[in-house]
């Protein structure tokens, strides 16, 4: 008989327990199943269900991705957004505990995106199987409903007519760069001048209304509203309408002189009949040359 050492007998306590796989004899450590992790792979495949290929379809006129069934949304490359996009086309993922996933590098121009996923899965006997793969995304070309109305040039909505009755332009030269600058024609389908102004076309009304809004804050101006019926289905009950907003401009600009009638010049203070415009925003600011008195001429009170 042997007799081990206190210290020999703690060694060999604290060395992890081995057993033999049922299926290869190999020594692994306990587990639920008594099956080494290659022979649960021979048996079990965590990742049945799940497609390793799938289509994403992209717009190449505005550059988004399709979210099915119809909103398209701006993502870029081996973005956080285009990630989660990729998820949601993979069906089997509610299954499994996803532990991992990221982007595996392809070129710009292959038009495959591969997404590298990690999960997890309880299987024989309450073990945990852990398993990588990589699912690759076809990109296809598909035209958003909106570029293709942008392209087809005559289907629209609803028209946003800017008028100014004046010799010159010097409104509707400020009026383009106010414009530019906060971006409030990007959603037109096209932009048309005509003699005294231009048209907006839009594909929806409210993108209409936004831009009546936002001529109403800039500039004094008046707006009539009028709608065309274009067809009707009387199954459904449902109307289509083309709807027209004209916006006129205050025929007045900087460094204009007005002649103010008598009774509203005594309402702006005593002012002088004849006035000089030194501003144009939401109201025509006016000073009177004899006296330097100023006053503001509300859009409403114009009118």
């Not at 991705?65 to 990729?86: I, K, M, N």
């Not at 392209?151 to 530019?180: C, P």
């Amino acid at each position: 008989m042997e007799y081990l050492s206190s210290s020999e007998a703690a060694e060999r306590d604290s060395e992890p327990q081995r057993i033999l796989c049922c299926q290869c004899g190999a020594a692994i450590e306990p587990n639920a199943a008594n099956t080494c992790v290659a022979c649960l792979r021979t048996q079990v495949d965590i990742t049945e269900g799940i497609p390793k290929q799938a289509n994403l379809y992209f717009c190449k006129g505005c550059e988004r991705y399709l979210q099915p069934p119809a909103t398209w949304v701006a993502c870029s490359l081996e973005s956080r957004e285009l990630l989660a996009l990729c998820l949601r086309r993979l069906k089997g993922l509610s299954r499994v505990h996803m532990v991992d996933a990221g982007f595996v590098w392809t070129e710009p121009h292959s038009r495959r995106i591969k997404v590298k996923l990690t999960i997890q899965k309880e299987v024989l006997s309450s073990a945990i199987l852990q398993q990588v793969f990589v699912v690759e995304y076809v990109v296809q070309h598909q035209m958003c409903e909106e570029c293709h109305r942008r392209n087809a040039q005559d289907f629209w909505r609803a028209v946003v007519q800017v008028r100014q009755k004046v010799s010159h332009k010097k409104t509707f030269l400020y009026l383009e760069q106010l414009l530019l600058k906060h971006r409030a024609h990007v959603s037109a389908l096209r932009i048309r001048e005509t003699r005294d102004g231009m048209d907006f076309y839009y594909s929806q009304k409210q993108d209409a209304r936004k831009l009546v809004d936002f001529l109403s804050t800039v500039v004094p101006c008046r707006t009539k509203t009028s709608q065309e019926l274009v067809s009707h289905d009387i199954h459904n009950n449902t109307y289509q309408y083309k709807h027209t907003f004209s916006v006129e401009i205050a025929p007045v600009c900087k460094n204009d002189i007005v002649c103010l009638p008598l009774k509203l010049a005594h309402s702006l203070g005593n002012l002088h009949q004849l006035a000089l415009c030194t501003r144009v925003t939401t109201a025509l600011h006016l000073i009177d040359p004899s006296t330097l008195r100023v006053a503001d001429l509300s859009s409403a009170l114009f009118w």
